[in-house]
């Protein structure tokens, strides 16, 4: 089972501000198979990046995926209001599949 | 747009059936896969299997062969159930789509909890 670490668990942060999240995987992937969710309180997730760079169907432009093989980022540019969330890293490459334990980003 | 909606008691007693039901709206659900993923404060965000509308299916080992997943494509829907459930089996339970058996979760119902007590 492929385990992902994600860092920090919270970060505390002003709206406008860059918050850049982590996902460490405990082995590399051949294929980016890494995908991103955001989840708000009482919320389902929903599906902010995939393939680990792309992002999905009307997500704004200031979500961005970067990495490769075993780490992985997102990374928010200006933090808007409706930002403040919990955001978790997915693992789509093997069984089972497996997801983060997340990162709150949380109004400074 | 795609809908899904997660329908079952809420409550289920110790050593007895889990059964939920997702009712897919909005869009056919051929050639599509659909899975159960469930979240408690415990565990996270916990992936549980997935069915293809073909009726093929692929688990998470850790539910040791407890689960199973089934679907109606006449009705446009897929099921859960867990059998043997423990307190540790209490969470909020989502179903959601994708649209490859190597793909990411683009659709997810709004999750229903179940809790296991007596």
């Known amino acids: 089972e492929i385990v992902l670490t994600q860092s920090p668990d919270t970060l505390s942060l002003s709206p406008g501000e860059r918050a850049t999240l982590s996902c460490r995987a405990s082995q590399s992937f051949i294929r980016s198979y890494l995908a991103w969710y955001q989840q708000r309180p009482g919320q389902a997730p929903k599906l902010l990046i995939s393939?680990?760079?792309k992002r999905a169907t009307g997500i704004p432009d200031r979500f961005s995926g970067s990495g490769s093989g075993a780490d992985y980022s997102l990374t928010i540019s200006r933090l808007e209001p409706e930002d403040f969330a919990v955001y978790y890293c997915?693992?789509?490459?093997?069984?089972?599949?497996?997801f983060g334990q997340g990162t709150r980003v949380e109004i400074k | 747009q795609v809908q899904l909606k997660e329908s079952g008691p809420g409550l289920v007693k110790p050593s007895e059936t889990l059964s939920l039901t997702c009712t897919v709206s909005?869009?056919?659900?051929?050639?599509?896969?659909w899975s159960w993923i469930r979240q408690s404060p415990g565990k996270g965000l916990e992936w549980i299997g997935y069915?293809?509308?073909?009726?093929?299916?692929n688990y998470n080992p850790s539910l040791m062969s407890r689960a199973t997943i089934s679907v109606d494509t006449t009705k446009d829907q897929f099921s859960l159930k867990l059998n043997s459930v423990t307190a540790a089996d209490t969470a909020v339970y989502f179903c959601?789509?994708?649209?490859?058996?190597?793909?990411?979760?683009?659709?997810w119902g709004q999750g229903s909890l179940v809790t296991v007590s007596s």
């Open positions: 393939a680990a760079t």
């Open positions: 959601a789509r994708h649209t490859g058996s190597y793909a990411p979760f683009d659709f």
């Open positions: 909005g869009g056919s659900n051929t050639d599509y896969y």
């Open positions: 069915i293809h509308y073909s009726g093929s299916t």
């Open positions: 997915q693992q789509y490459v093997t069984t089972p599949r497996t």
